[in-house]
Nanobody, 116 residues
Framework: QVQLVESGGGLVQPGGSLRLSCTSSNIIFSIHTMGWYRQAPGKQRELVATITSGSQANYADSVKGRFTISRDNARKSLYLQMNSLKPEDTAVYYC??????????WGQGTQVTVSS
């Protein structure tokens, strides 16, 4: 059974930074497209950033220039460096793994709160 576990969330002031991590198990990590998504209260889950098996990154317009997605295939881990955080970045952040065969797995999420 594929498992994804997020960590690194928390409370941060506007303008601050956080680094999210997602560790995986029971997965051929290197072949998966990995992604970060978020869901704010009362809103639908939305894409934050994805990174392909070839390390090509894609970002939502709202986070471009502030967030950086990266992966470490040896550690089977995914990261999201979030800088210049804004209150509107407050959400539960989810890690996603999508295989070349179409299967998709979600982590349990980690809360990020940006508030003074």
């Amino acid at each position: 059974q594929v498992q994804l576990v997020e960590s690194g969330g928390g409370l941060v002031q506007p303008g601050g930074s956080l680094r999210l991590s997602c560790t995986s198990s029971n997965i051929i990590f290197s072949i998966h497209t990995m992604g970060w998504y978020r869901q704010a209260p009362g809103k639908q889950r939305e894409l934050v950033a994805t990174i392909t098996s070839g390390s090509q990154a894609n970002y939502a317009d709202s986070v471009k220039g502030r967030f950086t997605i990266s992966r470490d295939n040896a550690r089977k881990s995914l990261y999201l460096q979030m800088n210049s955080l804004k209150p509107e970045d407050t959400a539960v952040y989810y890690c996603n793994a999508r295989s070349p065969f179409g299967s998709s797995t979600w982590g349990q999420g980690t809360q990020v709160t940006v508030s003074s």
